[in-house]
């Protein structure tokens, strides 16, 4: 790659940020399935995960694309179709290893794995012509709202947290391992209240019993801090958009940004990092149902 692949997710990123923009939420304002926010789907069907979700999202905010599904130019290609002249393509990546085969002090051989990561471009269907035409069928209607929100309620029980209702503020508290939250009624809507409990979960998969999630956080506000918040807001968005859930920026937000600019100024793997820990807190979640209500969330 021409151009360093952390460099450059982590540089777009920052710039939606100083413009006061979340990449991981704006999808719910785009036409993407009627405000429904899913995540981006390659040609198979399987979603992406981690990284890709905010790079394809913020590309599709970035081209106004409503579909979901992503292929490459060789896949379009196997389908006898063509990408539209002068379309450009969006990066995603994947991580993987080498093996190296070193000799040891002793003057024997060791092999090493080097992890590395790679880049490639895929294009939005709205981009290619001549795809089958499913590819371009209507997003499906959002479910009922009622069955939506009970199917939320039914998840997030699922889960065992000690979940306990009462105040004003929303947190987890690590000493007593429980997730404190206002009433259900205190809320400006339903989709703000499962949005905050699935960010303050996701809080709770970091506990020594569950995921062992530190970042040497030592007060409010500081480096550590702002990762975990990051992680929390990144697993929210991805437990939304697996619940088929609509949520809301929080009033919170315009006080993370800045600590966020600077962690990501600093480090240009951070959202890596940061996706990556929000994509194992939402598989932890979602490990909690059946089988079935996983594949039916997947539907």
């Not at 429904?36 to 106004?64: C, D, F, Q, V």
């Not at 569950?210 to 992680?231: P, S």
């Not at 920026?249 to 600093?266: E, R």
């Amino acid at each position: 790659m021409k151009k360093d692949i952390y460099q450059k997710v982590t540089d777009k990123i920052i710039k939606d940020l100083e413009q006061g923009e979340l990449t991981w939420l704006k999808p719910w304002s785009s036409a993407n399935t009627d405000g429904r926010i899913i995540k981006p789907l390659p040609h198979n069907g399987l979603p992406y995960s981690g990284i890709n979700i905010l790079m394809l999202w913020g590309a599709a905010m970035e081209g106004g694309y409503a579909s979901p599904y992503w292929m490459t130019f060789k896949q379009a290609q196997e389908f006898e179709a063509h990408v539209k002249k002068g379309e450009r393509g969006n990066l995603v990546v994947y991580a993987n290893t080498i093996t190296k085969t070193e000799e040891t002090s002793d003057g024997g051989e060791a092999e090493r794995k080097i992890p590395f990561m790679k880049g490639y471009s895929v294009f939005n269907v709205e981009q290619i012509e001549g795809l089958p035409d499913h590819y371009y069928a209507e997003p499906p209607k959002v479910i009922d709202p009622v069955l939506r929100i009970d199917h939320a309620d039914g998840f997030f029980a699922k889960t065992g947290a000690d979940v306990r209702h009462g105040g004003n503020r929303a947190f987890y508290s690590g000493g007593s391992d429980h997730v404190q939250m206002p009433f259900f009624e205190s809320f400006r809507s339903p989709e703000a209240y499962y949005a905050t409990l699935a960010h303050e979960l996701t809080h709770w998969t970091k506990h020594k019993s569950r995921l062992d999630r530190e970042f040497g956080r030592k007060k409010w506000g500081d480096e550590g801090y702002a990762r975990e918040e990051l992680v929390a807001e990144l697993g929210a968005a991805f437990l939304c958009a697996d619940l088929a859930l609509t949520p809301e920026p929080g009033t919170d937000h315009a006080a993370y940004i800045q600590s966020w600019l600077k962690v990501l100024k600093d480090d240009k793997r951070a959202i890596f990092s940061a996706a990556a820990h929000a994509q194992r807190a939402a598989d932890f979640l979602n490990g909690f149902q059946s089988e079935e209500e996983r594949a039916g969330a997947a539907a």
